[in-house]
């Protein structure tokens, strides 16, 4: 019943951006906190940014505080994650993740039950 679909990733050079979406099903979407996570190869899934339910707050991993921006469009079920000047190190596989209803937002992968499929983010020097 919940699906999280990803879009919007591909190439781009080092300071340029990408706004990546997530479209998601299955529930009240304003009542879960949406989380977007990372993962390069070799690399554990890192935490890059969360909106917390009702979407009233936004959370940033420090490495890219000032450089991306999540948020939320509620009649459209879906969120964002605005990313400017990109970095060769942002290179991963970018997931949106959903948490439970009413949950406090968490930066752990653990957190979070329904993953979209991932998409592509590769950034060239």
């Known amino acids: 019943q919940v699906q999280l679909v990803e879009s919007g990733g591909g190439l781009v050079q080092a300071g340029g951006s990408l706004r990546l979406s997530c479209a998601a099903s299955g529930g009240t979407f304003s009542n879960y906190p949406m989380g977007w996570f990372r993962q390069a190869p070799g690399k554990e899934r890192e935490f890059v940014a969360a909106?917390?339910?009702?979407?009233?707050?936004?959370y940033y991993a420090d490495s890219v505080k000032g450089r991306f921006a999540v948020s939320r469009d509620n009649p459209k079920n879906t969120v964002y994650l605005q990313m400017n000047s990109l970095k060769p190190e942002d290179t991963a596989i970018y997931y949106c993740?959903?948490?439970?209803?009413?949950?406090?937002?968490?930066?752990?992968?653990?957190?979070?039950?329904?993953w979209g499929q991932g998409t592509q983010v590769t950034v060239s020097s």
């Open positions: 909106l917390s339910w009702g979407g009233g707050s936004t």
């Open positions: 993740a959903r948490g439970g209803w009413h949950q406090t937002y968490s930066e752990s992968p653990s957190a979070y039950n329904y």
